[in-house]
């Protein structure tokens, strides 16, 4: 056997060892756990409010927005950091561009603060 087919024979060796190990796991797991059958286990759930009409349940759009603004507060924080880090090289041009980021962004926060976008209840 070729050096090249012996090292996908590992590979595939490794593969279905793998792939073993987790059919192995999830049958131990399905023979030890205990099984309670309740109807009230399968009813859809959606933030404490019990589901009207077929299932689908219409949410507030005020939570997407907020998870929306967490999501850029986050990303900033990621254009943030290495500048951080390297705004020795950058200098002023650096000091500048992260300075109308921020306004941006602070800019944004302030609209939706005033829309009432922050207000939870």
């Known amino acids: 056997m070729s050096e090249f087919l012996r090292q996908y024979l590992t590979v595939a060796i490794f593969g279905g060892a793998a792939i073993l190990m987790v059919a ?51 990303v900033e924080a990621v254009f943030i950091f290495p500048w951080a880090v390297r705004l020795d090289a950058m200098a002023v041009f650096g000091l500048v561009e992260m300075t109308i980021f921020i306004v ?18």
Request: contains cysteine.
């Open 24 to 74: 192995l796991m999830l049958g131990v797991g399905r023979l030890v756990r205990p099984t309670r059958p309740q109807g009230q286990k399968y009813l859809n759930y959606e933030c404490g409010v019990d589901p009207v009409g077929s299932g689908w349940s219409q949410s507030h759009v005020r939570y997407y927005i907020f998870a929306l603004l967490f999501v850029m507060f986050d």
């Open 104 to 121: 941006v962004l602070a800019l944004g926060l302030l609209y939706a603060w005033r829309k009432g976008v922050l207000r939870w209840i």
